[in-house]
């Protein structure tokens, strides 16, 4: 039966119909990451001139590991002469998804977003840093090549003002209290060194996991690296084992930099698969319509990464 439930810190109204994932067409067929998208790679060593000048460059014995430069086709203008809207090229390697890195190169990626996150957040015009990233063309991805989108706004987002209003109009901080509910057990696919990752009671899209911290942290600079770097692995390959392949965003929640409480606000990271299209009805309501229900999800998830070794 079709149920509703509400998105636990936007509020936004999720409808939950697993009866349409029966569907002819239910399933995007375009949710597979491409290999067809534009080639030559910009991104790729040796066609470094294709970018705009990097901003950084990671190097070991003489080959770059990692660059950042301006986006070529900015969402925003720069901001005091400084580029707002970054890509993180983590890898030289073209074909290395997510899923597929070690630890070491997780961990070294995770530092690299920090680092640009750091450097837009101590900015005085930004109140925002937005940091994702799209894997596969049905979740945007432009350019095959593995990399990262941030963006440094001069305002609060709507969707950060919507959770920091949600964590400051709580008695409590909803985030913490979830765990402490035994009855939202059945939503967590798995538990790694002070990270939980949990399907949201409210998910937008079939098999959202979000990889919380356990302890209240507003900031995400404060985190663990290794530790979110083992999350983001077991999550991308929870995912590829359930649905091989799949595109899914990846989206970065910590608090507007500027705002008052913003130590309410408890820093998270969202892992959307784009196994269906956002269609007409999203655009008519403003609400959510999804196949899958989150203890589906969560316990799909669950048997994906114990049904072989990581
Ligand atoms: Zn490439
Ligand atoms: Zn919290």
Redesign the pocket.
């Known amino acids: 039966m079709p149920s509703v439930s509400r998105h636990p810190l936007t509020h936004e109204e999720v409808l939950v119909s697993p009866e349409r994932s029966e569907r002819p067409g239910a399933w995007s067929q375009d949710s597979a990451a491409g290999e067809s998208i534009a080639a030559p790679?910009p991104?790729?060593p040796g066609n470094e001139d294709q970018t705009p000048p990097e901003i950084i460059r990671r190097e070991v014995n003489g080959a770059w590991t990692a660059r950042v430069v301006p986006n070529l086709y900015p969402a925003t203008a720069p901001m005091n002469g400084v580029a707002s809207h970054e890509v993180l090229i983590d890898t030289a390697l073209?074909e290395a998804p997510l899923r597929d890195r070690d630890l070491r190169s997780l961990s070294s990626t995770i530092r690299l977003w920090k680092e640009r996150y750091a450097m837009h957040a101590s900015r005085e015009c930004v109140e925002s840093v937005i940091f994702f990233r799209n894997e596969g063309r049905a979740a945007g991805q432009s350019i095959?090549?593995p990399h990262g989108q941030l963006i440094a706004l001069p305002f609060v987002t709507p969707r950060l003002a919507a959770e920091l209003q949600s964590f400051t109009a709580a008695p409590e901080c909803p985030l913490c209290t979830t765990p402490r509910d035994p009855s939202t057990e059945r939503l967590v696919v798995e538990r790694c060194h002070g990270v939980t990752l949990r399907c949201p009671s409210a998910p937008r899209f079939p098999y959202e996991v979000w990889i919380i911290p356990d302890r209240h942290e507003p900031d995400w600079l404060a985190c663990d690296g290794e530790a979110l770097a083992e999350a983001l692995q077991v999550a991308t390959r929870a995912l590829d084992r359930r649905w091989p392949g799949a595109a899914f965003n990846v989206t970065l929640s910590s608090t507007p930099v500027h705002v008052p409480k913003r130590d309410r606000f408890h820093w998270h990271i969202e892992l959307l698969p784009r196994l269906t299209n956002i269609a007409g009805f999203e655009l008519a309501t403003g609400s959510w319509l999804n196949i899958v229900d989150a203890e589906r999800a969560a316990s799909e998830l669950r048997a994906a990464l114990t049904s072989s070794s990581r």
């Open positions: 790679c991104f790729c073209h095959a090549h």
